[in-house]
């Protein structure tokens, strides 16, 4: 006999679609990244263990970049099902001293934030997330950030500080960074 008991809920047709969407855009985008016409100059994206959305990124950092330039630092770039209506996250796995990097590795900038009004008031909503990012726009963005951190609102407050009243030591703490990335 039939139960009249809800069971557990598979997934809506329209999650499903979102999903396969998504899948199709991110390998579309993985395969630009990965053509050397298109790329970025220092960046290499492949997928953790063949899930379109998990990439593995290399940062090379140019020497043109003051504190970080020389760095090779290993992150973690992953995409929700509903991408790209919703930010993907960015985690450095190689450890990195910023003023917007979480002691965790997690990348703190502004378009990676979900796209509606900030509730500290902050950033507009024009500066968070919007479908039109890639994950080319992304990495971009956090290499400019290695260049010209924002010490107003930190996800690393040690950092921060250490950027606004002593440069030198915030130098050789990145330094130090740089010559572990190196290392491997």
């Known amino acids: ?11 809506s047709s329209s999650s499903s679609s979102s999903a396969a969407a998504a899948a199709v855009r991110l390998s579309r985008e993985l395969r630009t990244m990965q053509s050397s016409n298109d790329g970025i100059e ?5 997928l953790v263990d063949d899930d379109v959305f998990k990439w593995e990124v290399m940062l090379m950092i ?7 330039g020389g760095g090779f630092f290993r992150a973690r770039l992953v995409f929700p099902p509903d991408y790209p ?10 450890p990195v001293f910023h003023p917007n990097i ?14 509606r009004d900030d509730p500290h008031g902050y950033e507009s909503a ?17 290499i400019s950030m ?3 951190p924002n010490d107003e609102s930190p996800a690393n407050v040690e950092a921060a500080k250490m950027w606004r009243e002593d440069r030198k030591e915030f ?3 990145v330094r130090r960074c740089v010559r572990d990335s190196q290392e491997g």
């Open 1 to 11: 006999m039939a139960s009249n008991t809800p069971g557990p809920s598979a997934p």
């Open 42 to 46: 220092g960046v290499s994206v492949g």
């Open 62 to 68: 140019n020497d043109d970049c003051e504190f970080y």
């Open 85 to 94: 209506s919703s930010p993907p996250s960015l985690t450095f796995m190689t």
């Open 102 to 115: 979480y002691p965790n590795g997690e990348v703190c900038i502004s378009i990676l934030h979900p796209a």
């Open 126 to 142: 024009s500066e968070r997330w919007n479908p039109v990012q890639t994950p080319w726009s992304i990495l971009l963005s956090v």
């Open 146 to 148: 290695l260049n010209d």
């Open 171 to 173: 130098g050789r703490r």
